[in-house]
């Protein structure tokens, strides 16, 4: 089983960047595929961004392609998300997720993913 933890959510204005890390213990974290997750209040959890386990392969959901950045620093078992420009439609609680099951990112369902940290909250106000 690998743990997953993150860190770095906050309250941030409109345009604002902020940096999301997850670290992962208790698992080979360079043999598999990384993905973030977020759910705002209502809505079902739907697909950020995913990684493969050598860095390569990148998958990003529409709504934040060229302004949120995936990478991972497999050395320090952690996975990264940049986010800037935000907009007050980001707001939600992000989390990452592992596919151990698999070194490339497969697709974009939360079922696909098998280990999950507790989330991070982010704020984006107006």
């Known amino acids: 089983q690998v743990q997953l933890v993150e860190s770095g959510g906050g309250l941030v204005q409109a345009g604002g960047s902020l940096r999301l890390s997850c670290a992962a213990s208790?698992?080979?974290?360079?043999?598999?595929?990384m993905g973030w997750f977020r759910q705002a209040p209502g809505k079902e959890r739907e697909f950020v961004t995913g990684l493969s386990a050598s860095g390569r392969g990148i998958s990003y959901a529409d709504s934040v392609r060229g302004r949120f950045t995936i990478s991972r620093d497999n050395a320090k078992n952690t996975v990264y998300l940049q986010m800037n420009s935000l907009k007050p439609q980001d707001t939600a609680v992000y989390y990452c997720?592992?596919?151990?099951?698999?070194?490339?990112?497969?697709?974009?369902?939360?079922?696909?993913?098998?280990?999950w940290g507790q989330g991070a909250q982010v704020t984006v106000s107006s």
């Open positions: 208790g698992g080979s974290f360079s043999s598999y595929a």
């Open positions: 997720a592992a596919d151990r099951a698999s070194r490339m990112v497969r697709g974009r369902e939360p079922n696909q993913f098998d280990s």
